[in-house]
């Protein structure tokens, strides 16, 4: 999770926080720390680097290594015929058939009946 806002607001990053500590509730495992963006100190150098550590940390997790060099990637190397990209030849998507009911889904993450 990566939340973007301002330190000079009390509650800097606060919906951020608070996904990422759903998340571990509901039993997800974190590959990597929490990243937080200010917008008064480079949040967009913050998040590449975030990025570039998440994206490492996703292929080692799902065992794609050495498929794309995260080092030498730039902003512009998501082309399929960039060496390395994305293409159905490395990687594989997966469609889900059925995903969770989103009036029930909602009420258990909030934790409120919603109608």
């Keep these: 999770v990566f939340g973007l806002g301002s330190r000079a ?17 509901l039993g997800g495992e974190r590959l990597v720390a929490l990243g937080e963006g200010d917008e008064l100190c480079g ?6 680097d975030w990025a570039r550590i998440s994206f490492q940390a996703a292929c080692e997790s799902f065992c794609i290594e050495g498929a794309v060099d995260t080092a030498t990637r730039t902003d512009t ?27 029930s889904a909602l009420s258990q993450l909030h934790r409120r009946k919603t109608v």
Excluded: M
């Design 9 to 25: 607001y009390p509650h800097f990053c606060a919906f951020a926080r608070a996904v990422d500590t759903r998340l571990q509730e």
């Design 43 to 48: 949040q967009e150098d913050i998040f590449r």
């Design 77 to 103: 190397d998501s082309s399929p015929d960039t060496p390395g990209g994305w293409s159905p030849d490395t990687c594989r998507i997966s469609v889900v058939a059925e995903g969770p009911e989103l009036v």
